[in-house]
């Protein structure tokens, strides 16, 4: 395994199993955070028209010199944006601001209750266009996509939601397993709120790496695609330093073992159309 290493999505399509997050990057600060990220080795980014920085990773990416078809994008739609009309426009607002012919992927950010099928329509039309190379969801529970399928023609080929090992959606990512939708992991470090556990301390020491470390390679491991993010370049070299080393069965499963149902967002359940 190498930095690159990519996963099959359920259309053919490869998507790098490592990612950079840009949630809350300030837009003034995106274009370093990714250019950097670029030059070690990331090529995959997630961004979303809410995080309100999308102008600045695609002028990163148009700058790094690195052919656009060995980058991976990302973007998402946001909540008051559902519908089949507004979500086109959405994502042609999207496209504008990333100054991209297409995005290796488009997501529904938040399942906005009684609309995300027909939003879900807009995204089969650009991934019909070609504008977008594969579709997906985030923050969809098992049931919401059990509800999507009842009318969808192209099935979801990402779920991207909370998941790290104090929350780990069994019953979603078995329902995806049988589906074929691969799984993305958002807050994959927890947001580092509990890298000095004892369990990843004493694990990170085995290994000789660090608990955001362990935690990347569990998620890695478990066939997630992840997506930690960081502004700092240490921090970005130090989470894309993880295909040097495997975690062992019995450590897996002391790992899988913290699932604690703990949240650091929000509840899919609960979605607001608010910003
Ligand atoms: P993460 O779990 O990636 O944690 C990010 C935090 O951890 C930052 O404070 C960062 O600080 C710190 N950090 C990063 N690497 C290390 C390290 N090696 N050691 C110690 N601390 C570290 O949280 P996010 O919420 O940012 O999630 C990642 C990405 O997931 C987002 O950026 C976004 O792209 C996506 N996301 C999607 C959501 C959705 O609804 N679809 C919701 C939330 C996130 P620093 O930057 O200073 O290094």
Known sequence: MNPNTTKR??????IPQLGLGVYKVPAEQVYETVKNALELGYRHIDTASFYGNEEGVGKAIKDSGIPREEIFVTTKVWNDDHGF?????????????????????????????????ETWKALEKVYK????????????????????ARTQEVQPAVDQIELHPKLVETRTINYCHEKGIAIESWSPLGRATYLDDPLL???????????????????????FVVIPKSTNSERQRENITVFDFHLDERDMKLLDQMDEGMRVGSHP???SIQK
Not at 97 to 117: A, K, S
């Open 269 to 271: 359940n609960n979605v």
């Open 201 to 223: 301390v004493k694990l990170g020491e085995k290994y000789k790496k660090s608990p955001a470390q362990i935690i990347i390679r569990w998620h890695l491991q478990r066939d």
């Open 129 to 148: 266009d070609g504008a977008a190379k594969a579709i997906g969801v985030s923050n969809f529970l098992d049931h919401h996509l059990q509800e999507l």
């Open 9 to 14: 999505l359920n259309n053919g399509k490869q």
């Open 85 to 117: 009309e507004r979500a086109q426009e959405a994502f042609a607002k999207s496209l504008n601001r990333l100054g991209l012919e297409y995005v290796d992927l488009y997501l529904i950010h938040w399942p906005v209750p009684t609309i995300f099928p």
